[in-house]
């Protein structure tokens, strides 16, 4: 039987991702592949437009998507007015069944609105949910299903499991807890449909309309810190080709100029890598130079006889524009630990190329790890000053230094913590302390988090969300403000503070997640 698909994307990805949602855009692919028919309706941008000349309005909007213990009677209003109009465009098109797009744990909240006002309005309706913000949460969709708003949780790859679902198969890889399996052949994918997306609501910094791309799925490294492995057990890859004839598709449909891989890393099957540069030089350069789009990507460090000259030249020629190394660490011995799989040489190769080749990067770095000592966290601060000239001249676009290390689930780090000399209560990510190195508590953590931006600022770099971590840095930093030391003195907590007088936070009350309206 032909279903009607209505494919929701729950706020809130923040304005500054800049990249379209990838995977609703698979999912409809799928979904029409399979004999039915999709709209959908992205509310996220929808969001964004409600209040595009009033950014002061969303801050305490983003403050409740984003934090879960926030509630304000004011802010709820406006979102539940938000909402009501949503849904009445839902049951606009007519739908057979409803799907939510959750990305991140920052759509639960608005998942679970929309979810409830859904089966309010409809009860019979069929409503399934997918998304990252369930792959990387075990407790999400059971408590969902319990709840009685939704009918079935998705984890793992929606492409073949939305599809079963529809044609009633509940025994499915994937559904409503059943492990979910990787699929084989990831080439054999239809490309992405963005027919119902505003490209104009995902422009990134540049102003280009830009569009993700799947290259990979799963990681050749395995770090410890990381809990890739837990969603993708096995590296599975497109061939280069593929890859290149879908930015071909995007650029001629949908007139792209830039793409961002939504791989955990672009250059983990090297002839891919190679296929995909050599095949996007030759159509890059066919194309008016107006015309020629950038791409930006995760990518590994290798060594010069993995990955020699010619292949970050091809890089330039076929438009890599940004490349996010998770360099994490300064110190060998960390990375190590870390299992990152290169050298301080293999390093210094990498970097000095991609500058060679003007080829920009974003340097991702984890301050606190367990084993990290202060001459670690030195080394670390050395690096910084050894590529600052580059950051002067742009090519070092931004720093990420995170928040110190949290421990997330299904990552090496939590699942074996007792291996690793951790002592956790496992109640917070940040809630853990190494026994052989006891003096790096989250004290200690706290404050070479804050030295490490006081350094890389002095130097000249950007940070990444500077005032969005210094923010969370402000909140953690009274629990801790017995502290001194001649590195924070003048780190003044009170100006990243959130400000109470316009509304930004409100009061706090215990939020009941399925409130009645």
């Known amino acids: 039987m032909k279903k009607r698909i209505a494919l929701l994307i729950a706020p809130r990805i923040q304005d500054d991702f800049g990249y379209t949602p990838a995977g609703a855009s698979l999912v409809k692919a799928a979904i029409v592949k399979a004999g039915h028919e999709c709209k959908i309706f992205d509310f996220n941008a929808e969001l964004e437009k409600s209040f595009m000349n009033k950014r002061e309005e969303l801050v305490p909007i983003d403050n409740w998507f984003l934090n879960h213990n926030f509630y304000s009677e004011k802010v709820y209003t406006k979102i539940i007015g938000l909402a009501q109009?949503?849904?009445?465009?839902?049951?606009?098109?007519?739908?057979?069944?409803?799907?939510?797009?959750?990305?991140?744990?920052?759509?639960?909240?608005?998942?679970?609105?929309?979810?409830?006002?859904?089966?309010?309005?409809?009860?019979?309706?069929?409503?399934?949910?997918?998304?990252?913000?369930?792959?990387?949460?075990?407790?999400?969709?059971?408590?969902?299903?319990?709840?009685?708003?939704?009918?079935?949780?998705?984890?793992?790859?929606?492409?073949?499991?939305?599809?079963a679902y529809l044609n009633g198969d509940m025994s499915h890889p994937g559904l409503n807890g059943i492990p979910p399996k990787q699929i084989d052949n990831i080439d054999d994918l239809e490309f992405p449909d963005y027919s119902d997306y505003e490209l104009a609501s995902y422009t990134n910094k540049k102003g280009l309309v830009a569009l993700p791309i799947t290259g990979s799925r799963g990681c050749v490294r395995a770090c410890t810190f990381c809990d890739?492995?837990?969603?993708?057990?096995?590296?599975?890859?497109?061939?280069?080709?593929?890859?290149?004839?879908?930015?071909?598709?995007q650029v001629s449909r949908y007139g792209a100029k830039a793409f961002r891989f939504t791989d955990s890393l672009i250059n983990g099957s090297m002839k891919a890598f190679r296929d995909m540069t050599y095949e996007l030089s030759e159509y890059r350069m066919k194309l008016k130079p107006e015309d020629r789009f950038i791409w930006d990507s995760h990518f590994i460090v290798r060594s010069k006889k993995q990955m020699p000259p010619e292949d970050f030249e091809k890089m330039a020629q076929s438009?890599?524009?940004?490349?996010?190394?998770?360099?994490?660490?300064?110190?060998?011995?960390?990375?190590?630990?870390?299992?990152?799989?290169?050298?301080?040489?293999?390093l210094h190769y990498s970097l000095s190329q991609l500058f060679k080749n003007k080829i920009k990067v974003r340097f991702l770095m984890i301050i606190g790890y367990p084993v990290e000592t202060e001459e670690d966290f030195k080394l670390t601060l050395d690096f910084f000053d050894r590529y600052a000239d580059y950051g002067k001249k742009g090519l070092v676009e931004e720093i990420n230094l995170g928040l110190t290390l949290n421990l997330l689930p299904n990552t090496p780090l939590y699942d074996n913590?007792?291996?690793?000399?951790?002592?956790?209560?496992?109640?917070?990510?940040?809630?853990?302390?190494?026994?052989?190195?006891?003096?790096l508590d989250f004290k200690e953590r706290l404050k070479r988090r804050i030295i490490a931006q006081h350094h890389v600022e002095k130097l000249g770099?950007?940070?990444?969300?500077?005032?969005?971590?210094?923010?969370?840095?402000?909140?953690?930093?009274?629990?801790?403000?017995?502290?001194?030391?001649?590195?924070?003195?003048?780190?003044?907590?009170?100006?990243?503070?959130?400000?109470?007088?316009?509304?930004?936070?409100?009061?706090?009350?215990?939020?009941?997640?399925?409130?009645?309206?």
């Open 85 to 163: 109009k949503w849904i009445d465009e839902v049951f606009e098109y007519k739908p057979t069944d409803v799907g939510i797009s959750v990305f991140s744990y920052n759509s639960q909240r608005a998942t679970i609105l929309l979810s409830t006002m859904i089966k309010s309005r409809k009860p019979d309706i069929p409503l399934f949910m997918g998304g990252a913000g369930l792959n990387t949460d075990n407790n999400f969709g059971p408590y969902c299903l319990e709840q009685g708003i939704m009918d079935c949780w998705i984890r793992g790859e929606g492409e073949l499991s939305v599809p």
């Open 228 to 249: 890739i492995a837990s969603m993708w057990p096995k590296y599975k890859f497109r061939s280069g080709h593929s890859i290149a004839e879908e930015i071909k598709t």
């Open 319 to 346: 438009g890599a524009g940004t490349m996010l190394i998770g360099v994490e660490s300064g110190s060998p011995k960390v990375r190590d630990h870390m299992k990152k799989g290169y050298s301080d040489e293999d």
């Open 417 to 439: 913590a007792e291996t690793h000399g951790l002592e956790t209560t496992k109640n917070h990510i940040n809630d853990w302390i190494c026994l052989q190195n006891p003096t």
């Open 461 to 517: 770099y950007k940070v990444f969300e500077s005032k969005n971590y210094l923010r969370a840095l402000a909140i953690a930093w009274n629990e801790v403000s017995n502290i001194k030391n001649k590195y924070i003195t003048k780190f003044d907590a009170s100006k990243v503070k959130f400000d109470r007088e316009k509304g930004i936070l409100e009061e706090q009350k215990d939020f009941d997640p399925l409130r009645t309206y």
